[in-house]
């Protein structure tokens, strides 16, 4: 679920400097589902492509960092989000290991918040860092009068919506998100031999208590069943681990 989906003849492939890109179809039909609580058309659609910028943005900083390695990735966006990938031979028997790895998964979040913070520094540099409101975490209320304006500045929410908030939901010790490959590398240097094992504990713990969150304080029974099934993965990960020199 989730690996790189089946190719179908409804992906759209595209070229972006040198990085094969591919969106599956149900990439398309997630956004949607996703943006269409109680909203009109238009919000719809700003939802979707900024949806799509952003993942993009994140996996590209993935990609880039890749590429700095040696390596020729591509990038496939689908239903659960996105994956940059890269065939390890193409690195010409290189291998990736330790901060390197680290590297490239913090390298997915932290350009989601580069691309946030340039949103923000734009307003500020155009004369409308008045319209740029920290209420909560983070988000720019849409103030400006008129039609067109008024879905600018949505889809800037929706911009720093998904950048900031879809780079620290990567960021969780859970695997196979950006810090569930982070702490997999660390607990790794500190503890070769059961470094993964204890990654996988944290990652079944920290998947178990944010799917609680989302069930009895968010009420959202998208996050509970998306957090349940990493969960799940992290528990039949172990399980297979059972009986291994490593246990």
Known sequence: ?????????????????????????????????????????????????????????????HAVTMRAYGFYPWIVLYGMGGLASYDPSSGRGRRISGWRNIAISFAGPLAGFLLAAAIVIALIASGNGERVEFDGLFGIQPVVRGLARVRVAQFLNDMLLMCFYWGLVNLLPIYPLDGGHIAREVFAMADPRRGLRGSLILSFVAATVMAAVGAVLWRSILTAVFFGYLAYGSYTMLQSMSGRDRW
């Not at 179809?25 to 609580?37: D, E, S």
């Open 1 to 61: 679920m989730l690996g790189e989906p089946e190719r179908t003849s409804y992906d759209l492939n595209f070229s972006f400097f040198g990085f094969p890109v591919r969106v599956h179809p149900l990439f398309w039909l997630v956004a949607v589902l996703l943006g269409a609580r109680g909203a009109d058309p238009p919000a719809i659609l700003i939802w979707v492509v900024a949806m799509f910028a952003a993942i993009f943005v994140h996996e590209l900083g």
